[in-house]
C-alpha cells in the first residue's frame, strides 16, 4: 500500500495515463520506479532514477507497492567473483580452473582461504570431486572446499562424508564504500604506521605491536591478517593499521574495500558494522574426516 509512510523510499506505481487508450481498447496504464520525494492530499512526487521528478495526480494512481533498494555495484558482484577478487590477497597463491571451481594453494600460508577448492556454484568438469583429491594430495595432503551453505556443493562433499573443516562459525564476506570507511576513520592518527607498498600489495606495521595486509584487484581493495599484540590490544592500533591500508588503497584507485570475518566474532563484527561494512555472502569449509 502507497501513502504518506512511503516518503524516501523506494516504490513503483502503475497510474492511468490521460487521453491516451491502452493496447485492448481501455484506458492506458503506465508503471514508473524511482523514489518517493513527496505525498500530499492530491499528489505524490517520484524520482525516477536518472531523471526528473515526476508529479502524480493521486486520482490517476491504479496501484503501487514499495521495493527493495537496489543493490549497490559491489553487492551485484556474485559471490564467486568476489571470492576470486580476494585471491590477490596471496601473492604466491598457486591456482587452477576445474571448470568453475578453483583449486588453490599457497606453500608460504596455511591460511584455508589459500589451500581449499573454491566450490561455489557447479563445476561443470567430469569428475570434479576426484580431481579435488587428487590435487592436493601432491600439495596439503589434506584437501578442504569452500561451499556457500545449503547448496549443491555443500551436498556434495557431505554425499562423500566430508563435514566442517573446524569448529569455527560460517565466514562472513564483507564489503563497503572506500569512501564510506574513510570517513569513519578521518579522526584516526596513522602517523605512527608505516606502509610498504610493493606494485598491488602492501603491508602496514607499527612495529612490533600491529601489522595488517592489503591488495588490490582493479577497484577493489581487500584486508587480512589485521593483528595487535595481545599487550598492546584496545588502544586503537587496528583501527590505525587499517586507516592506513585504506588510505593506501584509494590512491590505488579502489572504491570498494572487503574483508573476511568469523560470523561469531561479535566484537569484530560490530567494529567492521561502524566502518560501513555489510554482508555480501557466507561461506563455509568442509574437509574429510582425519
Known amino acids: 500500500m502507497l501513502g504518506p509512510h512511503v516518503v524516501g523510499q523506494r516504490i513503483v506505481v502503475r497510474r492511468l495515463v490521460r487521453g491516451e487508450t491502452g493496447p485492448t481498447g481501455g484506458p492506458a496504464f503506465t508503471d514508473l520506479l524511482g523514489t518517493c520525494t513527496a505525498w500530499g492530499p492530491t499528489t505524490c512526487t517520484v524520482l525516477p532514477e536518472g531523471g526528473a521528478p515526476v508529479e ?6 491504479v496501484s503501487g507497492k514499495p521495493v527493495p533498494p537496489r543493490p549497490s555495484v559491489r553487492h551485484r558482484a556474485s559471490p564467486r567473483e568476489a571470492q576470486v577478487r580476494s585471491m590477490a590477497l596471496w601473492t604466491d597463491l598457486e ?4 571448470g568453475a571451481w578453483v583449486l588453490r594453494h599457497s606453500p608460504g600460508e596455511t591460511a584455508r582461504r589459500a589451500n581449499s577448492v573454491l566450490a561455489f556454484e557447479p563445476s561443470g568438469a567430469d569428475g570434479d570431486y576426484e580431481r579435488v583429491l587428487e590435487w592436493y594430495a ?3 595432503g589434506r584437501p578442504i572446499a569452500a561451499v556457500l551453505p545449503d547448496s549443491p556443493e555443500d551436498a556434495l562433499f557431505r554425499g562423500h562424508g566430508w563435514g566442517p573443516e573446524s569448529g569455527d562459525a560460517d565466514t562472513v564476506f564483507q564489503v563497503t564504500g572506500v569512501a564510506r570507511a574513510s570517513r569513519s576513520l578521518a579522526g584516526v592518527d596513522v602517523e605512527a604506521v608505516e606502509v610498504i607498498g610493493d606494485g598491488a600489495h602492501a603491508v602496514a606495521r607499527i612495529g612490533d605491536r600491529a601489522s595488517g595486509v592489503a591488495s588490490v584487484d582493479r577497484d577493489w581493495v581487500g584486508f587480512r591478517a589485521i593483528a595487535v599484540a595481545p599487550e598492546h590490544r584496545r588502544r586503537g592500533l587496528g583501527l590505525q593499521v587499517m586507516a592506513a591500508l585504506l588510505e593506501w588503497g584509494a590512491e590505488q584507485g579502489a572504491t570498494t574495500a572487503y574483508l573476511q570475518v ?6 569484530a563484527l560490530a567494529l567492521y558494522d561502524g566502518l560501513g561494512f555489510t554482508e555480501h555472502h557466507r561461506y563455509r569449509y568442509l574437509a574429510p574426516s582425519r
Open 56 to 61: 502524480i495526480p493521486l486520482a490517476d494512481v
Open 262 to 267: 568469523l560470523g561469531d566474532n561479535a566484537p
Open 138 to 140: 601432491g600439495r596439503t
Open 95 to 98: 591456482t587452477e580452473p576445474l
